[in-house]
């Protein structure tokens, strides 16, 4: 199984462009999540989904948006970069229920200039 | 809402201390706790895990308690190696289906 994976593993931008970061996971998950990682900010989670066609903002959507057609895929839109959306993005995935175990894909190391 | 107060790094320890790195929660309803860790350049990945109070996870010589009445999952180690060296999340899970993360906390183990 190859888990989560996500790609680019690493991405520079103009400020204004738009990209999609992608994230598929093979182990049938019903929960999807994208997060992002700042230097002293630990993870804030920007979307989430709990299942196909659902999904719901974290902490931090502005700038950001997802859709979640598929329960394999959950891709994170850019709509527009700024300088602030410079991060380190992780997107996760787990079973249903509080006690399933997270996990990440490789993450997506994404510079705005 | 839920939060996670982790132990403020950065840690550092010489190879064979006592490890210990405070995690306190707040939550409504039953969550469970998660320590994961995090190696350089790469993702999270689960340490260990608890999912009712006084449980007790383990893994790799790291263990915590899940301490409902204090609202605590302290992690513990009592010999660290070089090989630790990493960042550590404490996170709590409801069945609402977000998770909740610490800042993290980076432990240098030096030799």
């Known amino acids: 199984n190859a888990g989560v994976t996500q790609t680019p593993k690493f991405q520079v931008l103009k400020t204004g462009q738009s990209m999609t970061l992608q994230c598929a996971q093979d182990m049938n998950h019903e929960y999807m999540s994208w997060y992002r990682q700042d230097p002293g900010m630990g993870l804030r989670l920007i979307h989430y989904s709990v299942g196909a066609g659902i999904t719901d903002q974290g902490e931090v959507p502005n700038g950001y948006n997802v859709s979640r057609s598929t329960t394999e895929d959950f891709p994170l839109r850019l709509l527009s970069a700024a300088p602030s959306q410079t991060s380190v993005y992780f997107c996760?995935?787990?079973?249903?229920?509080?006690?399933?175990?997270?996990?990440f894909g490789p993450g997506t190391r994404l510079t705005v200039l | 809402g839920n939060s996670v107060t982790q132990m403020e790094g950065p840690v550092t320890l010489s190879e064979e201390a006592f490890l210990t790195i405070n995690c306190t929660y707040t939550a409504t309803g039953y969550p469970s706790l998660f320590w994961y860790v995090q190696y350089p350049g790469e993702g999270l990945q689960l340490l260990l895990k608890a999912t009712k109070a006084d449980d007790k996870g383990s893994n790799k010589g790291f263990e915590a308690t899940y301490r409902k009445e204090t609202t605590s999952f302290h992690l513990e180690k009592g010999s660290v190696q070089v090989s630790d060296s990493a960042v550590y999340f404490c996170a709590l899970n409801t069945n609402a289906g977000k998770s909740t993360f610490g800042d993290g906390t980076t432990l240098t183990v030096k030799p």
């Open positions: 996760a995935s787990h079973a249903e229920g509080a006690a399933d175990t997270q996990y």
